[in-house]
């Protein structure tokens, strides 16, 4: 059945190619799909062999009693990260969830008060030591899907398990592209959901992408064995939010992957989950949003390796104070300030202490108040209701940016 399915996409490929070739210069992009290769940012997976026996590593560390959480915290840290794209937000929401389901003793940032820790914990509660292996080592597929495969096409997707976000983030986006005086048009939104793992050909693709070595039959294999792994009971029939608990923007000069912005089923699932979902997904989007202002006007700048924790925090704040901005605006999403607040305070306090890291995003403190001094700017617009441009915005950002960072009382002073 699936073999049959299997010929005729080739067929429907080989039509394509055939006939984009004969019709203009496009061919070109064909040919630049088959290079695309994610550059691996770590030195431990360099085949599907090196994994395999990594793999067996672990597991042989589990049958003899061993704590694994730390060095399997340090492996997955280091693995499986496409460098060759900006990705603001990837990395930093990812570690952010390997700390929370691993949490290695070092990793003491995480305050349990956090309701979303609850839920992510909650989620993973019976999962055996193997079951942790199998997540860290083969869970790549939806974020491999998202980032090099699933093509930009507007109300094409759904999103959430049950298509439940898809008309909220749909809007918002839309609302989005009118509000800020950037070129939109060739941004997108697509989905990251487990959902990858019920295409088995998309599976057989992205192993043939990430593991070029690997034959024909061995890119069938994994695919067939993350297929029956992950369709099982304790990772939800492929919707455990963990496959999807990301979101972020991504910017590339290859001209085959456009430029996008990533929302994951897995977070907005958990957000829903701690009832915060009538704010969660568009100020997350107006983040994510406020990252592609910066790629657009080239907010973005490039400094020396031990500057970047500080550059990054830079950043951040700004989009938060983008994002602010916009969710709050008389011509914006007009929300009602508590409510983001809430929002805030959860999405803002998993964990982030290491201020050496070169993903630091800023503390509670500070981000909290660059939010409410975009609040601040919305509010006080003059003439009422006027929406600066993004360059403006910017300059005013920028001057005050030093007060935000050495921000100490200034939280009970902006209320
Ligand atoms: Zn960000």
Not at 387 to 399: C, G, K, M, P, R
Request: proline share 3%; with cysteine.
């Amino acid at each position: 059945m699936r073999k049959t399915k299997s010929v005729l996409l080739y067929l429907i490929a080989f039509f394509l190619i055939g006939f984009i070739s004969s019709c203009n210069n496009d061919a070109l992009d064909v040919q630049e799909e088959a290079q695309i290769v994610p550059t691996l940012k770590g030195t431990v997976l360099k085949s599907a062999t090196d994994r395999m026996g990594k793999f067996n590593y672990f597991r042989a560390k589990v049958d003899a009693g061993e704590d694994i959480s730390r060095e399997l915290y340090d492996y997955a840290m280091d693995m499986e990260i496409p460098n060759v794209i900006n990705t603001p937000d990837y990395e930093f929401m990812r570690n952010q969830i390997l700390g929370t389901i691993l949490n290695p003793d070092d990793y003491n940032c995480n305050n349990s008060t956090i309701p979303l820790n609850d839920y992510v914990n909650n989620s993973i509660s019976q999962w055996t030591d193997l079951d942790y292996i199998y997540y860290v080592f083969y869970s790549y597929h939806p974020q491999a899907d998202a980032i090099y495969f699933k093509e930009p096409g507007y109300k094409k997707y759904k999103y959430g398990v049950n298509g439940e976000f898809t008309n909220q983030l749909n809007r918002t986006f839309k609302d989005l592209k009118r509000f800020w005086n950037i070129n939109s048009s060739d941004i997108y939104m697509v989905p990251l959901s487990g959902s990858t793992y019920l295409n088995f050909d998309r599976l057989v693709e992205i192993e043939a992408l990430y593991y070029p070595s690997q034959s024909d039959e061995e890119n069938e294999f994994y695919a067939q064995f993350v297929q029956d792994l992950f369709g099982t009971e304790t990772y939800w029939n492929y919707n455990h939010p963990l496959f999807s608990f990301n979101a972020f923007a991504l910017s590339t000069t290859n001209s085959f992957i456009q430029d996008r912005i990533v929302m994951g089923d897995g977070i907005l699932m958990g957000y829903a989950a701690i009832g915060l979902d009538d704010v969660a997904p568009q100020a997350i989007l107006a983040h994510e949003f406020g990252h592609h202002i910066q790629f657009e006007n080239g907010y973005f700048i490039d400094v020396a390796e031990e500057d970047q924790p500080e550059a990054t925090r830079r950043t951040e704040l700004m989009a938060d104070a983008f994002a602010a901005y916009y969710l709050t605006h008389k011509r914006g999403a007009t929300m009602n300030w508590k409510r983001v607040e809430q929002f805030l305070e959860v999405f803002y306090n998993i964990g982030d202490c290491g201020f050496d890291n070169p993903g630091h995003h800023g503390t509670y403190e500070q981000r909290l108040a660059a939010a409410k001094w975009g609040r601040d700017l919305a509010s006080n617009s003059w003439p009422k209701g006027k929406i600066l441009t993004s360059e403006v915005f910017y300059q005013l950002f920028e001057a005050t940016l030093d007060d935000i960072v050495n921000c100490d009382n200034c939280l009970t002073e902006m209320e």
